[in-house]
């Protein structure tokens, strides 16, 4: 695989390019719709979520919360991300389709942004990131109704027991970006019968 | 809105086939960070090689401190002396000052001549093939004991128009070591 | 072969320009191919 | 096509039992999890560095404590004992334990650089005694190295202000 190589001058990374024009984070779900589920384990509910790497999955209330945090430090002492960096983390969790139909599943939002608004300079943004899933999907990064959800990604037709892994990219800049932004939102996961298979 | 999809991969699994369980999650960093190394001239390196006096050439501009032990001819001198003096030994002190420029307030370097005290090595004049043994060395009074920052010992060179001579050359490089690895107890080097 | 999604994917999916230089673009798309390949199968 | 959404109250899946419409049919499920994510110090960071102290962490003018990990071995750093504005010409200059670089991540990765300066060649990072290079180092979570940095100017022609290297970018990725 060619890697480009990526920093040109002193710190392309570092020259702080502020990541969101709009005024804070833009990809809070619709506050009126963010129900928070708890199901019994997530591991075995129909629509079963697990952590692939529990050192960065918090899943200490019973479900399944992706933290790279100091306070879900690595067993290592890792506490979240470098600045001025891109850091990429794959196989962090997966969603199985443990019910009886075919699911389309959605994923939603995909982009977390913060920028901060007064210096204008550091910001982060994580990418909720899919892995290539090794049977056919119609995998689509789509606008759900444009004006609420920013975009989501879509499975369509995903067979009792199939699975879909996901991992992150996270970018944080410029050098200063520590402890000055950080991302603290929710992802959506929601499972609906696939209309033509269950007519 | 333009629609973008992506079909991945072709053919289909057969239902409820678990595909391969990652390896547990992979990390990738990719972490830009400032790392600013200029070259000094030797004056201002970590090393400091200074000089005055007619002895001293900075030869070429090139920031790199030279001696010249004879000028072509005896005018280029500034104070108009002669050459050094036939079958006799000339020292100069101090031709040279070599001073601890570099970092750890209590950080000692020792200076040698790559690893020893004295070098010799024999010229010859390129004007009228005047032939001399050379000696460079730290003097009596000031062995090469480690210096910290900011401390400095001379080079003094003694120059012997009687010696007998094999085969001299016009010009010779000389190798000047400041390291804490000669320094008892070790520790950072300093340049 | 599956393409990997990049910051352009996530633009069009958010309807966000994103103000990010090419040179982090690039860095951001090589770890998004990289994840999406799940890490070692580059 | 129209694309609708619609949820239904999910209590009912609360204990896992089935929803109405017989047992592992549903008609929808969502699910929200938290997602955080922060930026740390480059000493508390996955991908750890940090100056390593001692004799020469006057080069070192961040130490990654606070922000990121950043060396300055020219004339802008004036925090040098010995005053010193770089490396000298014509010379090989070594500088030993310089930072240290940790993998805190959860998988074994391997170190590469690229480096960027008008002579970036002239300067390699070592992991020991100047004998193997970090490039190409292979880290296991957890695993760290102490790196010292060699500059050979020698027979190069540079002279007093000329720019060896000016940022360095370490790539951990899976091995």
Partial sequence: MDRRKFVAGLGALAGGSALATGTGAFSSVEAGRNLSVSVADDSNAYLGIEALDDEYIDATDGTLDIALTEANATDEGGEGINANAVTGISDLFKITNQGSQNVDVFAQPLTFIQADIDSGVESIAVFLTPQDPDYNFLFDVIPIEPTTIPGSIAYKNVDPGNELRFGLTAFAAPDTATGTVEINNSISITAEPNAEENP | MKRRSFVIGLGTVAAGSAAAVGTGAFTSVTAARDVDVSVADDASGYLGLSADGEYVTDDSGSGQVGLNLGGTDAADRTDGGEAFNRQATTTVEDVVTVEHQGSGTSNEVAVSFDGSQSTTFQLKTSSDGTEAEVTLDFGTDTTSSPLTPGESVGIDVTVDTDADVTDPVETADVTILGSTDDVGGGGGGGG | ?42 | MERRKFVVGLGALASGSAAAMGTGAFSSVEADRTISVEVADDSNAYLRLQGAGGVNSDYVTSDGTDGVLEINLDSGNDSIAGDGDGVNPDAITKIDDLFVVENQGTQEVEITLNKSGDNDGLATFYIDDYSTTLDGTDLTAGASETISLEIDTEGSGLTGGDEILDSVTFNADEV
């Fill in chain 3, 1 to 42: 072969m599956s393409d990997a999604p990049t910051v352009n994917d996530y633009e069009e999916a958010a309807e966000k320009e994103l103000d990010i230089k090419q040179e982090d673009r690039d860095a951001i798309n090589t770890t998004l191919e990289q994840v999406f390949n799940g890490g070692s199968n580059e």
